[in-house]
């Protein structure tokens, strides 16, 4: 961006166009014949590469995938085989039933969704407000959410349970949830994307009458819905995801969430593995799915605009 | 679309006969002061009570011997002199760093590489490759921790077995403190790409063609573009990449716990895991709190050095 800004305006013109299209449209565009016949060349080596370095990132969760639908007596068996000789949902059955899985299944699912629509909403009530109001406060804010970033939670672990325990949230999914809702991810990503709002609708708003909040509610927030999607599928991955703040506030087996149900797996003494891959592969299924419905929103999203300042 | 009154959301407002003037100014106090405030309340408090309260408190316990219950009693520097004298605290924060220094700059060079490949018109299929590439960013830090455990099993993991069926010895990937680290750094480069790579592409994208085909016609061949050209041009995200995979390396916690415990032994033992074993396996809040403390410190120096390097730069 900064390159762009330096460069005459009939250079830098192509800039926009390459900013939000990905793909074909920027194929498109490319110049002069001759340099496409030299691409076309070096086509075949850089594809092949690409492709070794995706079995590369692949291979691991496939072999795990297909490890999980071996029976037990097979896991361990020399020679190992990729494809299971024998298929069996065993080891998701037991997780699912003799694990008190579904309970935990649960618990995640309720911690994610409503710390989801808290972040998101809050986040784009406190972004709104630090990109369309400059006066001290808010330019105060902004540099303590700011800080935030610079000292995770994992550098104050015991007053944070401390805090967690006096205000009565100790081994409740409240104390998971209430904390995890400000996020500076989020706030800047909103923050980032009403700077691009142009001020003339909200001034033109303020002429017509209507009141702060109204604008806000009524004209804001309704525009920014892809960062909103895009927010929440962040969060909804950062909460699922998440093992620090349940293993810190939660202490009765019955609240567990996945993370810390999996970690309790991994961590005995003598892993039951048929459990602990078919446990781990069914944790992985809601983000998959929401992935492959929602997968522009994130793929396409410029996620750097929330981080960038 | 109008509705005025809705502003009384913020602040009630004052019955209708009065001067033009002081309604039309309470009525912008309202816009400027309340309005913002309204809408960043909440996270106001949250940022009081969940980072700013804890902050202090840690502080607080730093000085003090407290072990979870009772009344605080303070006790100076002690934590402190015991600490920078305790030769399992040097060795966890000695192996964080090493741990950090050889994480990131994997981090970085594969998430850059494969967002090159990803932007270059050259490569067939990138459309498919981002997708599999970015399936990790899906998975969590505890699963990332067990596929890699499974794939580098000792005595029956994928890795083992090919290196024995072609002749190998099988390598102690967890009995050997350093080839467990290593394992470690795979599956953080592994599950750290994704994110850092989808930076890397906005960034690469915003690069004017122009400036790359100007180079390639001034005879630079694609090293030299990439040298000279993209990279000062990604030099912000390059930036923010290196300072967030860094916080993120000091504080790694939960893939370890998963993946090795800390082992063999406490060898692999990183700063968070060793803040979190002595306060709450053995309670020992206000010494765990005083590792906090440095461990803040350390953070606070890096993102520090770090910026000041790239306004040097910059």
Known sequence: ?309 | MAQPTISTVAAPETPAPRPAGSKSAQKRRNRYVIAPLVLIGVNVVLFLVFFVWPGALGMLYSFTDYRGIGKLHFIGLANFQKLFADGSFYAALGRTFVYTILSVPLVYACSLGVAALLVSRAVRGRTAAKIVIFLPWLISPIVVGVIWKWLFGQDFGFVNFVISTLGGNPLPWSSNGDLALAVVIFASAWGGTAFNMLLFIAALKNIPEALLEAAELDGANAWQRFRHVTLPGIAPTSFMVILLSTIHAMKEFAMIQALTGGGPGTQNTLIVQYIYKTGFEQSKVGYASAASMVLMAVLLAIALIQLRFNRKKG
Not at chain 1, 282 to 299: A, M, R
Request: net charge positive.
């Open chain 1, 1 to 309: 961006m900064t390159t762009a800004a330096n460069l005459p305006p009939a250079a830098a013109q192509p800039a926009p166009n390459v900013e939000r299209a990905p793909g074909k449209a920027s194929r498109a565009r490319h110049g002069a014949p001759g340099n496409r016949e030299l691409r076309a060349k070096v086509s075949v080596p850089l594809t092949v590469l690409m492709w070794v370095i995706a079995a590369v990132y692949a291979f691991p969760l496939l072999w795990f995938i297909l490890s999980s639908f071996k029976p037990g007596s097979e896991l361990f068996s020399y020679p190992l085989s990729m494809l299971p000789r024998e298929w069996t949902f065993q080891g998701f059955v037991d997780a699912w039933e003799r694990v008190n899985f579904a309970q935990y299944f649960l618990n995640t699912a309720t911690v994610a969704i409503a710390t989801t629509v808290l972040t998101v909403f809050f986040s784009a009530c406190t972004g709104y407000a630090l990109a369309k109001y400059n006066n001290k406060g808010t330019r105060l804010f902004f540099v303590c959410i700011l800080a935030t970033t610079m000292l995770p939670t994992e550098v104050i672990l015991n007053p944070t349970f401390s805090v967690i325990r006096d205000l009565g949230l100790y081994n409740s999914l409240a104390g998971i949830i209430v904390p995890s809702v400000l996020t500076a991810t989020g706030v800047f990503m909103f923050r980032q994307f009403f700077l691009t709002v142009p001020d003339d609708l909200l001034h033109s708003a303020r002429i017509d009458g209507a009141g702060e909040l109204a604008i806000f509610f009524r004209i804001m927030l309704p525009l920014s819905k892809p960062i909103l999607f895009t927010l929440a599928i962040f969060s909804f991955q950062w909460r699922w995801n998440d093992y620090i703040w349940p293993l810190i506030v939660l202490n009765d087996p019955k609240w567990y969430t996945l993370q810390v149900a999996l970690r309790s797996i991994v961590g005995a003494e003598n892993i039951d593995w048929p459990v602990l891959l078919g446990a781990s592969v069914i944790s992985l299924l809601p983000l998959v799915l929401i992935f492959f419905v929602f997968q522009k929103y994130v793929l396409n999203a410029d996620v750097s605009a929330g981080l960038k300042d």
